[in-house]
Structures are given as C-alpha cells and as structure tokens.
C-alpha cells in the first residue's frame, strides 16, 4: 500500500472509531446526553487521559461493556495508526512524498525545456550531456536506482514512472517542452509515445530511438523530426576509431575535459540580430566570444563549409561554432 492510502486509511479508521464511540453512547444513553459529551468522552477514553466521567459509566453495565470494548480496539487502532506514521518516517516515505511534490513544483515552472523519455544505457547519459549543455532536462524512468541515480546530477528533474503513460508525460511538461528525445528498448512503445508527444505538442522537437530500421517510415509519419540508431552509430564510430583514431580521441577528451565544458553547437541569426549583413571578420565570434566558426547552414538548409572570413552573414542562417558553453550561451543573448 503505497503512503498516501496508508495515511488515508489509518486516518479514516481512527475518525471511524471516535464516530463510532460517540454514536454508541449517544444510543445508549438514548439521546439524554449530548453527541458532544458523547464525543468527550470517546476521545479521553481511547486516549486514556484518566478524566473523571462526563456520562453516567458507573453502574451502567451495558456502557460499562461497550467502554471497555471501545477501548481495547481503539487502542489498538491508535497504536496502529502511530506505528504507521512512525514507519513512515524512519523509513524516508514521507520525505520521499514532500522531495516528489517538490520535484513536481520545480517541474511546473520549467518552459522550454527538454524531455528524456527511459534512463537506460542511451536515455541517462544522454540526459546528464544535455544538463552539461546548460539546458533544462526532465528525465522519464519507472526504475528506482536510475531515479536515486538522477538525485546526484544536479539540475536534472525526474518523474519517477513509464513514459508510456500519458500522464507522466503531461507530468514532464510536454505541453511546454522544446524538444523530447525517446530512448526505451522497445521501438514498440518509441512508437507510440511519439505518436503521443506529438499530438500532445506539435511544435516540439521530437528525436525518437530506434533499433528496426524499417520502423523508420512509420516513426518519421508519427510525428518524429529525427530518427536515430545506435546500432547505425556505434558502426560508425567503430569504423572512425580505424581509421581515424586521433580525431575520435580529440572529440572524446573534448566532451570529458575537466578543463572546461568545450562544445559544438549552433546559433541562429535571426531578422533583428546585429550579425545580420556583416561578415564573419566583423561579427566578433572569435575576438568578443572566442568562438571558432565551423560551418553555415543557408536558408536552402544547405551548408557552408569553412567560410572564408568575408563570407556575409544573412538572416535565416544558422551558425555551427565550437566553443566553451558559457560562451556560446553569452553570444546567443547578445547575437
């Protein structure tokens, strides 16, 4: 029985009794005295307060008999209902229900933020590298030690279930997110939760697992921006850690150096930003920002590779930089 329903139920068994009590004296003294002082002395006889009597108890055996029923089970529901609430703290339940309605506040207040639906071996690591990125990640898990296990990252949020179910992921903020990723095993319920987060959201970014390469269709149809898979990845990487083992070890070292959170990323120029109509020399990405410009993708989402420093920056254009992530996030409030 989870805490709720136990509080719930220990307090719904005391109030029964002293109900109950008060109920019974008030028959038994057929009306004569008030349900108050039938409540009275419910209450200082299950408490065993040692008052003087309110009713007529003395001499009265059938009150007599019910009072010392009422007693002995009352007491021992009393003691119950203590050991209960004693339980419940020693063993942190309470805590844990005050720390999840905390949570669920904090979670509340998040806008924009990203949603990573399943902890496993792709959905944990990928939501701490997304906390490390400075953004707002609400984790989806049902199992316990991944939850404990998010409690030790800081800002990382969590909603402690199955991401299947629709309201966990109303619980996450997906009306409000900017992007969900979905790493569960199954491609099964990657599917479906697409489905769902998309008819819940229809603006955000979804980026859907997947391990069945013809699912790609279907997943892309339900609604995912992007479809990726680890197996294709992990080739991938394979294949580079052969023929190109220096340039992998640069990116591994770049993403878990403890010298600064150095990263690649992107900055969009918008209609009213200053970058707009200069060129890359006078935007001041490598001298204000130290900034390194790796790429631009056009409008026509066609990329630019190394643009010469002359090249002009256009509105609609997005830039790939490679910077510490303080920086970047200083040139995308100025820029």
Do not use: W
């Given at each position: 029985?989870?805490?709720?329903r136990?509080?719930?139920?220990?307090?719904a068994?005391?109030?029964?009794?002293?109900?109950?009590?008060?109920t019974?004296?008030y028959?038994l003294?057929?009306?004569?005295s008030?349900y108050?002082d039938c409540?009275?002395?419910?209450?200082?006889?299950?408490?065993?307060?040692?008052?003087?009597?309110?009713?007529?108890?003395?001499g009265?055996?059938r009150?007599?008999i019910?009072?010392?029923l009422l007693?002995?089970?009352?007491m021992?529901?009393?003691?119950?209902?203590?050991?209960?609430?004693?339980?419940?703290?020693?063993?942190?339940?309470?805590?844990g229900m005050?720390?999840?309605?905390?949570?669920e506040?904090?979670?509340?207040?998040?806008?924009?933020?990203y949603?990573?639906?399943?902890?496993?071996?792709?959905?944990?690591?990928?939501a701490?590298?997304l906390?490390?990125?400075?953004?707002?990640?609400?984790?989806?898990e049902?199992?316990r030690?991944?939850i404990?296990g998010s409690?030790q990252?800081k800002?990382?949020?969590?909603?402690?279930?199955d991401?299947?179910?629709?309201?966990?992921?109303?619980?996450?903020g997906?009306?409000?997110?900017?992007?969900?990723?979905?790493?569960?095993p199954?491609?099964h319920?990657?599917?479906?939760?697409?489905m769902?987060?998309?008819?819940?959201?229809?603006?955000?970014r979804i980026i859907s697992?997947?391990t069945?390469?013809r699912?790609?269709p279907?997943?892309?149809?339900?609604?995912?921006?992007s479809?990726v898979?680890?197996?294709?990845i992990?080739a991938?990487r394979?294949a580079?850690?052969?023929?190109?083992?220096?340039?992998?070890e640069?990116?591994d070292?770049m993403?878990r150096s403890e010298?600064?959170?150095?990263?690649?990323h992107?900055?969009?120029?918008?209609g009213?930003s200053?970058l707009a109509?200069?060129?890359?020399?006078k935007?001041?990405?490598r001298?204000?920002?130290?900034?390194?410009?790796?790429g631009?993708?056009?409008?026509?989402?066609?990329?630019?590779f190394?643009?010469p420093?002359?090249?002009v920056?256009?509105?609609?254009?997005?830039?790939?930089?490679?910077?510490?992530i303080e920086?970047?996030?200083?040139?995308?409030?100025a820029l």
């Amino acid at each position: 029985m989870g805490i709720r329903r136990r509080l719930y139920f220990a307090a719904a068994i005391l109030v029964g009794t002293i109900l109950m009590g008060s109920t019974g004296y008030y028959i038994l003294f057929e009306g004569n005295s008030s349900y108050l002082d039938c409540l009275y002395m419910t209450v200082i006889s299950l408490t065993t307060v040692g008052y003087g009597e309110v009713l007529g108890i003395t001499g009265n055996p059938r009150a007599q008999i019910f009072t010392m029923l009422l007693i002995t089970f009352g007491m021992g529901i009393i003691l119950y209902s203590i050991s209960t609430l004693t339980a419940m703290l020693i063993e942190g339940e309470l805590t844990g229900m005050l720390r999840r309605r905390k949570m669920e506040n904090r979670i509340k207040a998040l806008s924009g933020h990203y949603i990573v639906c399943g902890g496993g071996e792709t959905g944990f690591p990928l939501a701490v590298e997304l906390v490390t990125s400075k953004a707002s990640v609400v984790l989806i898990e049902q199992e316990r030690d991944v939850i404990e296990g998010s409690n030790q990252v800081k800002g990382l949020y969590h909603v402690h279930g199955d991401a299947t179910d629709d309201k966990n992921l109303i619980a996450a903020g997906i009306e409000r997110a900017t992007g969900i990723t979905i790493c569960l095993p199954s491609d099964h319920d990657n599917l479906y939760i697409t489905m769902t987060a998309r008819m819940l959201n229809p603006t955000a970014r979804i980026i859907s697992r997947m391990t069945n390469s013809r699912l790609k269709p279907k997943l892309l149809k339900a609604g995912a921006t992007s479809v990726v898979s680890p197996n294709a990845i992990g080739a991938l990487r394979m294949a580079s850690e052969m023929i190109r083992p220096a340039a992998v070890e640069f990116m591994d070292n770049m993403l878990r150096s403890e010298r600064g959170e150095l990263r690649i990323h992107q900055i969009a120029v918008t209609g009213n930003s200053p970058l707009a109509g200069k060129t890359i020399m006078k935007s001041g990405l490598r001298d204000q920002f130290n900034l390194l410009l790796l790429g631009v993708r056009r409008k026509n989402d066609e990329f630019e590779f190394r643009p010469p420093s002359s090249f002009v920056l256009e509105a609609g254009m997005t830039l790939i930089v490679m910077g510490d992530i303080e920086n970047i996030d200083l040139a995308r409030a100025a820029l």
